[in-house]
């Protein structure tokens, strides 16, 4: 995990202009240690504001900050709209954002069908994002033992109670190009706590798209937000099921959080349809973001790449 200002960062939208009294009355139950009536001089980088405790020993904190304005999902270019520019840059809106990732999570939303047409009425959104101070420059802006998906899980339950108050739409992880409303997010996060184990469906999407000829591709989008590897899968149409592919790709991601694994370049694994699938690291992904995955195929078969 980089030494950044927010390591990480969550989204609600909403139908309305919000008031911070909305957000504090949501999240009354959350001990809230600070509040900021004040905007930043430039919107992108915080709305009014409150903080929430979180890991004081290590002097984290949690901001939910309200910005009265639809979400800047091209985020801006050098030329005209710099500030924003320099905002995204800076990982005001998420680390691993790119421009387009709600338009791209609305088309790729394949368990909630409602997801665009929700989005789209969107006036407003609430960033939740974590922080910890630092006091000297030797010092990172995340602790030694940071502990991302418990950051998350903690970022989350928020995203679900303001989800329950006035103008709510949607959870949106601009990170992992994941959409949610109230309901199919807390399906998502009680299964997989029922489990014990994390709801990676909330955080990273799994996308699906045509290649050339008969071959299709699936990815992974958000995996590097708990420091696990996006992947990659090419595989013939008419040979091989889909949602086993999805399932695959979900598998490997737990492999390697359960056993700390590192998986390289030229390594195969039991895959979809009993296949024997084989891994190449490749330095940039076949889709934005632009990013570095791991690209599984069916051994013996060469993609279209």
């Known amino acids: 995990m980089p030494s950044v200002i927010y390591p990480q960062c969550l989204c609600v939208l909403y139908d309305r202009e919000i008031g911070l009294e909305n957000i504090e009355k949501a999240l009354s139950s959350f001990e809230i240690v600070g509040r900021n009536d004040e905007p930043a001089l430039e919107w992108m980088y915080s709305g009014p504001n409150i903080s929430l405790s979180y890991l004081p020993e290590d002097r984290g904190f949690i901001i939910i900050d309200v910005v009265n304005r639809p979400w800047p999902d091209e985020m801006g270019d050098p030329d005209h709209e710099a500030g924003l520019f320099t905002a995204w840059t800076l990982g005001q809106f998420g680390n691993l954002v790119y421009p387009g990732a709600l338009r791209r999570a609305k088309e790729q939303s394949w368990t909630w069908e409602d997801a665009a047409g929700t989005a789209d009425q969107h006036k407003s959104f609430v960033r ?3 922080s910890y101070v630092r006091l000297t420059e030797e ?5 030694a033992d940071y502990e991302p998906l418990a950051e998350l899980e903690f970022m989350t339950d928020l995203a679900l109670e303001l989800l329950k108050g006035v103008g709510s739409l949607c959870y949106f992880d601009p990170n992992g190009e994941v959409l949610r409303d109230l309901v199919t997010l807390t399906q998502d996060v009680e ?3 029922v489990e014990n184990l994390p709801p990676f469906e909330v955080w ?3 996308r699906i798209l045509k290649m050339d000829g008969d071959w299709m591709l699936m990815d992974t989008v958000g995996n590097q937000q708990y420091g696990l590897s996006d992947f990659e899968a090419c ?3 008419e040979k091989f099921d889909p949602e086993e592919v999805h399932d695959f790709l979900r598998q490997l991601t737990f492999y390697q959080l359960e056993n700390d694994a590192t998986i390289s370049d030229g390594d ?3 895959g979809p349809a009993g296949e024997l699938w084989k ?3 490749v330095e940039e992904s076949l889709v934005i ?3 570095k995955v791991l690209r599984w195929y069916p051994d013996g078969m060469q993609p279209p790449v």
């Open 289 to 291: 973001p632009p990013r």
């Open 268 to 270: 195969t694994t039991d």
């Open 204 to 206: 990273s999407n799994i």
């Open 128 to 130: 939740i994002r974590s």
């Open 235 to 237: 595989f013939p149409e």
């Open 279 to 281: 891994v190449k690291a």
């Open 139 to 143: 010092e990172s802006f995340v602790p």
């Open 191 to 193: 299964r997989m706590r």
